[in-house]
């Protein structure tokens, strides 16, 4: 079955995803989840938008995102599994989790490019 | 599929509430969660900052908005959780050799700690954090 060929590529996935996650994550979520929303810094949005649409952050958050949205499905897809005792579901949570890392490539792609 | 012909012990739904250590996997396990709602906001925060200075500022409101920012915060609590045991587990499933013998596993996580952007990283005092170890 080709679900077997496919383990090893989301397990790489999943260690590329957790590195990148362990090491800007929690500097992302105070930045951009509490300081910039909470006033306690200010950025100009002029400055912002130049910084963002650069090729190389746009490239960067590319690979952040992609990343980190199929080590979250593949863990996620664990937690399930093993959490909820649900591994009779095994196809629908398969498809759901890894589906909805797809879509969520595909969206940031779409938004880096049009940004 | 077949069934199996063996005996299986029927596990609750809640076997990880048992103990301290099946709790802590679970979390940290869950901790995918919140790396998922973290990528999906900072993907809709750069649309808005695509979207002009009007739809920026829209975007900071919602995200100051009290569940926001509560939400946020357990998402910062399930980063560092997943920043420490992420490099306490990495040196136990790589193992590096040098001159023929193993790194010992606190050093890797003490190089990493030095070489990687010293902010993100929390070095429990070079320590594996009791209860973090579920390998």
């Known amino acids: ?115 | 599929m077949s069934a199996p012909t063996t005996y299986r012990q029927p596990v609750s739904r809640l076997w990880w509430m048992k103990k301290r250590t099946y709790f802590m996997f679970v979390m940290r396990e869950l901790s995918s969660v919140f790396v998922g709602w973290f990528a999906v906001f900072l993907m809709v925060m750069v649309f808005a900052i695509g979207r002009g200075a009007a739809s920026y500022q829209r975007f900071m409101d919602w995200a100051a908005s009290p569940i926001v920012v509560v939400v946020n915060i357990v998402a910062l609590a399930f980063a560092v959780l997943h920043t420490v045991t992420w490099f306490v587990l990495t040196p136990q499933a790589m193992v590096v050799r040098l001159g023929g013998r193993r790194v010992p596993a606190v050093k890797m996580v003490n190089v990493a700690g030095r070489t990687v952007p010293a902010a993100t990283v929390v070095r429990v005092g070079g320590r594996v954090p009791a209860g973090m170890v579920i390998a």
Do not use: N
């Open chain 1, 1 to 115: 079955m080709t679900k077997r060929h496919m383990e090893p590529i989301v397990w790489l996935l999943f260690s590329g995803g957790g590195v990148v996650a362990a090491v800007f994550l929690p500097v992302l979520v105070v930045l951009f989840g509490l300081a910039i929303p909470l006033g306690w810094v200010q950025p100009d949005y002029d400055h912002l938008h130049a910084v963002v649409s650069h090729w190389l952050t746009r490239l960067v958050l590319l690979g952040l995102l992609v990343l980190m949205l199929f080590h979250s499905a593949h863990r996620f897809r664990f937690t399930l599994y093993d959490g909820l005792q649900l591994r009779r579901l095994a196809t629908p949570i398969t498809v759901l989790c890894y589906g909805g890392a797809l879509v969520g490539s595909f969206a940031a792609l779409l938004i880096v490019l049009t940004l």
